[in-house]
């Protein structure tokens, strides 16, 4: 789906800069955005099939919940969001795995450049909870070492329905040292945060100078969730 790379432009020249660093897109596929952008970054959504990415990512990119029918299950496809952090804007480029989430089906290269990746469970079916351990296994394997990974336990509004409780969820981050919420595309919770911190540890990545404190997911997300006042 990537607009093809129609070689360099005249306005290559005027690239953006953030506090004096210039700003170059990771992969050709972010060359040609119409939008401006300080920073691009490439988010992918995996887990088993029918745990909610696609809604996820319409939830986020549209504000809108889809169900039944008008879910295209077609192909890998992704969609682009600037949102801002902190006065910066970011480019996120949502990648959802449509079709290929089958384990160990998802192409490698697809994992290679990713900066983060948001891999979902669905709170009302265990096997794609129990799944979690083997996806995480493929991640360590062909994923950056620094890439940023987020466990969502989706469908949260569904609660007569729930089998996999919230601390379940939590434990299973903590023995990975991930950050976790649990997310609803129906109604919308955490599906903002989740993206936000997945930007926000971008922006922090590129401006950071070498004394400033690193950012973390895991405590930007806890800290959220607090101010919320709740999180599940
Ligand atoms: N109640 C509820 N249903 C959801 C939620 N997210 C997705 N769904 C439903 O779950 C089904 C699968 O969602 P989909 O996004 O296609 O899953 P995918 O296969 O992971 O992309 C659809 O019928 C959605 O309407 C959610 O947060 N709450
Ligand atoms: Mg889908």
Known sequence: MSKAGSKKSSKAAKRPTAN????????????????????ACKVMLIGDSGVGKTCVLVR????????????STVGID??????????????LQIWD???QERFRSVTHAYYRD??????LYDVTNKTSFDNIRAWLSEIHEYAQQDVV???LGNKADMQAERVVKREEGEKLARDFGIAFMETSAKTGLNVELAFMAVAKDLKSRKTRKPN???FSVTEYVDQEKQNQGCCS
């Open 114 to 119: 990713a900066h983060a990746l948001l891999l």
């Open 97 to 99: 795995t449509a079709g």
């Open 212 to 214: 400033d404190p690193k």
């Open 149 to 151: 990974i987020m466990l």
């Open 20 to 39: 004096g660093i210039p700003i170059l897109p990771r992969q050709g596929s972010l060359q040609g955005a119409s939008e401006f952008y300080d920073f």
């Open 60 to 71: 986020f990119k549209d504000g809108a919940f889809l169900s039944g029918s008008f879910i």
């Open 78 to 91: 992704f969609r682009n969001k600037v949102v801002n952090v902190d006065g910066a804007k970011v480019k």
